[in-house]
């Protein structure tokens, strides 16, 4: 069974500094990638970067620069370290795997962790 766990959230003043961590099952960190999403309150969830298996990662345009996702294989868990908060980054911040299947792919997400941007 696929778990992922996030933490980290809290609330922060602009131009402040979180990491978040998403604690991961060995087989999610099987998967051929893991990222982050986020969903402010009334807009869709959105991309905001991956990294693969292989250790490549790619950014939404909004967070290029102040964002940067990494993982720790030996600890199963995957980091999301964000600077230079802005109020438009409030958002429940999303922990998500995938793996490639025959005919489907199998997507996992995590319960999420809050993070508001306030002064």
């Known amino acids: 069974q696929v778990q992922l766990v996030e933490s980290g959230g809290g609330l922060v003043q602009p131009g402040g500094s979180l990491r978040l961590s998403c604690a991961a099952s060995?087989?999610?960190?099987?998967?051929?990638?893991m990222g982050w999403y986020r969903q402010a309150p009334g807009k869709q969830r959105e991309f905001v970067a991956i990294i693969t298996s292989g250790g490549g990662t790619n950014y939404a345009d909004s967070v290029k620069g102040r964002f940067t996702i990494s993982r720790d294989n030996a600890k199963n868990t995957l980091y999301l370290q964000i600077n230079s908060l802005k109020p438009e980054d409030t958002a429940v911040y999303y922990c998500?795997?995938?793996?490639?299947?025959?005919?489907?792919?199998?997507?996992?997400w995590g319960q999420g962790t809050q993070v508001t941007v306030s002064s």
């Open positions: 998500k795997a995938e793996r490639y299947g025959v005919g489907r792919d199998y997507v996992y």
């Open positions: 060995r087989s999610a960190f099987s998967m051929n990638y």
